[in-house]
Nanobody
Framework: QVQLVESGGGLVQPGGSLRLSCAVS????????MGWYRQAPGKQRELVAT???????NYANFVEGRFTISRDNAKNTVYLQMNNLKPEDTDVYYC?????????WGQGTQVTVSS
């Protein structure tokens, strides 16, 4: 099994930046890809960005070059650097680890973009 713990969320003004972290433990060797998702109350969880074990990345269209997903293998941590944040980026952000056929989720971290 894989355990995920997110951190780094908070309140930021429009145009500001945050870096989310996802600490990974457990059966790390089984992970094929890591990702960040977000979910607002009453809405479906949506993909933000993914990074594979080979380093390939993928982003949702709404990211528009503002976010960067990366990983530090030595620290077993995946990051989401978010710049130029907008009020519509306000959501709970979740870390995901895909270890087919299993998918693991963290507890989420709240990001609020407001003046």
């Amino acid at each position: 099994q894989v355990q995920l713990v997110e951190s780094g969320g908070g309140l930021v003004q429009p145009g500001g930046s945050l870096r989310l972290s996802c600490a990974v433990s457990g059966s790390i060797f089984t992970i094929y890809a890591m990702g960040w998702y977000r979910q607002a109350p009453g809405k479906q969880r949506e993909l933000v960005a993914t990074i594979t074990s080979g380093g390939g990345t993928n982003y949702a269209n709404f990211v528009e070059g503002r976010f960067t997903i990366s990983r530090d293998n030595a620290k077993n941590t995946v990051y989401l650097q978010m710049n130029n944040l907008k009020p519509e980026d306000t959501d709970v952000y979740y870390c995901n680890a895909l270890s087919p056929p299993r998918s693991s989720w963290g507890q989420g971290t709240q990001v609020t973009v407001s003046s």
